[in-house]
């Protein structure tokens, strides 16, 4: 069944990205900006100016000490968590909700994110070519967006999408969300991107995060830090639901990073530390 017109309707219906956010986005693209940028835009946005103190504050971080000042929060979180956050608070439509058609529970896409993005950031340090930190952060953040559109259309169908992997009348879950819908969440999650009006970098990130190689070659390594980070998070326990580690994992990213076995080991154990830490500091758990 093609439902794509009807799940494009419902992604023209979903509120477009914060100023704070674009502001944010917009300035981590360059290689000259400053801290002190990145407070003047959370601290016009109330909003995020108390997400950003509620997790600098939580005892995770174990400063010993109650953070007042933005500025100081923000040199404590570091500018690419800050951007996490407030795409994240300002996308309740997105994050804040159940994915009931991958039988993942409120909050699971935005933990699944967040460690994927942890586990990009390790990678890009291994890059054999400069990969920009910020994107490779930012892009797993947003890879799976499509995901919250398609849920609401996959709703009562994740048994049977689940049981054409088995019988292999589909190679992997988004084989079975274009057979069940017409489109994947990648595609779904390119449109919302579009809708966004975000920069072609995080497009590449959501459109072909689980096909690097279709990527376009300017941005592919990137590409490759989010699907392996992807993978990464899944294997770590953070993924959104029946869909979990049922895609491939192309073998190229070994063309894009110096990694052998010991180091890969390293920067999954690295991510998942991280990714706890962070985590804690967000919910408490």
Same mark, same amino acid.
């Given at each position: ?40 835009? +959370? ?12 997790? +600098? ?9 109650? &953070? ?14 800050? +951007? ?33 993005? &942890?586990?990009?950031?390790?990678? &890009? ?56 819908? /017409? ?45 392996? /980070? ?36 390293? +920067? ?18």
């Amino acid at each position: 069944m093609n439902q794509v017109k009807e799940i494009v309707k419902r992604v023209k219906q979903i509120a477009p990205l914060s100023q704070s956010s674009m502001k944010l986005m917009e300035i981590i693209k360059r290689e000259d900006y400053s801290l002190g940028e990145i407070t003047r835009i +959370v601290e016009h946005d109330p909003a995020l100016t108390v997400n950003v103190l509620k997790v +600098v504050n939580a005892p995770a971080f174990g400063l010993g000490q109650s &953070v007042t000042s933005l500025a100081r929060a923000v040199s404590f979180l570091g500018d690419k968590t800050v +951007v996490g956050i407030a795409i994240a608070s300002c996308s309740p439509q997105v994050y804040d909700k159940g994915l009931d058609g991958y039988a993942a529970e409120r909050g699971e896409l935005w933990r699944h994110s967040l460690h994927t993005a &942890v586990a990009a950031r390790e990678l &890009v340090k291994h890059a054999k070519k400069a990969i920009n930190t910020e994107a490779a952060f930012t892009g797993a953040i947003l890879h799976d967006i499509g995901k919250a559109v398609l849920s609401e259309f996959l709703h009562d169908r994740t048994g049977s999408l689940l049981s054409s992997i088995e019988s292999q009348e589909a190679g992997n879950f988004s084989d079975a969300e274009r057979k069940a819908l /017409g489109a994947d969440h990648t595609e779904i999650g390119l449109a919302l991107a579009k809708h966004w009006n975000l920069p072609a970098p995080l497009c590449q990130c959501i459109r072909y995060h689980h096909t690097p190689r279709e990527a376009d070659e300017a941005w592919r390594g990137l590409v490759f830090a989010v699907h392996l /980070g992807d993978a990464i998070a899944m294997m770590g326990g953070s993924g959104t639901g029946a869909d979990a580690l049922l895609y491939p994992l192309d073998e190229s990213w070994e063309d894009y990073f110096n990694l052998d076995a010991t180091g890969l080991e390293l +920067v999954i154990m690295n991510a998942n530390t991280e990714f706890q830490r962070t985590k804690t500091s967000l919910y408490g758990d």
